[in-house]
């Protein structure tokens, strides 16, 4: 009897009355007999099996279609490619035109250190006398270029020379107070293109992010580095 077999049927305890003789006596035997439940139950999971071998078979079946039929597809193509090659003896292919070239990049309208240098004053009292000489000229004519605004000399700070850490801090405020973005609001109005706009722009905005480095490194570092 298999695992199956035994599993659908179930022990049953049978007892036989007296005999009478050598046979005499209380006799108990075991008997197995048929368990519907068990039956149901075993024929289920057998069909659930086979389903799941028959699903295996079919999913088996189709990989290897698909792997036939692109090895297939893989020689068509080798075919294809080499009659191509054949013919291309005599007729050759036609080559793309180049595509058309780009377009070159916009100019930049960010002054260089370079386009600065005229602007540049020999000491810092020589600049510093320009600059309060082209504040007032500007005022008074109600126009100006940005290339015409002086700048500290080559390689300083945009904060006067300072003996003493007093005197350090009154000139590290005079200069914040001179290239302070905000404090040019009144001169871009007497711009009239934006490229001079935006070139005043960033050039207040440089100046004052020197004085504000200057500023950071202190009375001390400042000195050791001029």
């Not at 009897?1 to 007892?15: F, L």
């Not at 003789?21 to 075993?42: H, I, S």
């Not at 309208?109 to 602007?119: A, F, I, L, N, S």
Request: glycine letters at 6%; charged letters at 35%; one cysteine or more.
């Amino acid at each position: 009897m298999g695992a199956k077999d035994r599993e659908a049927g179930v022990k049953v305890h049978v007892v036989f009355g007296r005999g009478s003789g050598r046979g005499a006596g209380l006799y108990t035997v075991w008997e197995t007999r048929a368990n519907p439940e068990a039956a149901r139950e075993a024929a289920i999971e057998a069909a659930k099996e086979a389903r799941k071998r028959e699903r295996a078979e079919r999913k088996r079946a189709a990989e290897e279609e698909a792997r036939a039929r692109e090895r297939e597809e893989m020689r068509q193509d080798h075919r294809e490619e080499n009659g191509a090659a054949a013919a291309g003896g005599s007729q050759p292919e036609t080559e793309a035109p180049p595509p058309p070239p780009r377009p070159p990049p916009p100019p930049t309208r960010r002054r260089t250190c370079e386009q600065r240098e005229p602007q540049r004053a020999r000491t810092f009292a020589e600049y510093d006398a320009a600059f309060e000489a082209f504040l007032e000229r500007a005022l008074r004519e109600h126009t100006f270029v940005v290339a015409a605004i002086p700048l500290p000399p080559v390689g300083h700070a945009p904060v006067a020379p300072s003996a003493t850490q007093e005197e350090w801090h009154v000139n590290v405020r005079r200069a914040c107070l001179r290239w302070h973005p905000d404090k040019w609001a009144r001169l871009e109005l007497l711009l009239s293109s934006e490229e001079q706009k935006e070139a005043l722009k960033q050039l207040t905005q440089a100046m004052f992010r020197a004085v504000t480095n200057h500023k950071k490194r202190g009375f001390r570092n400042a000195r050791a580095t001029a």
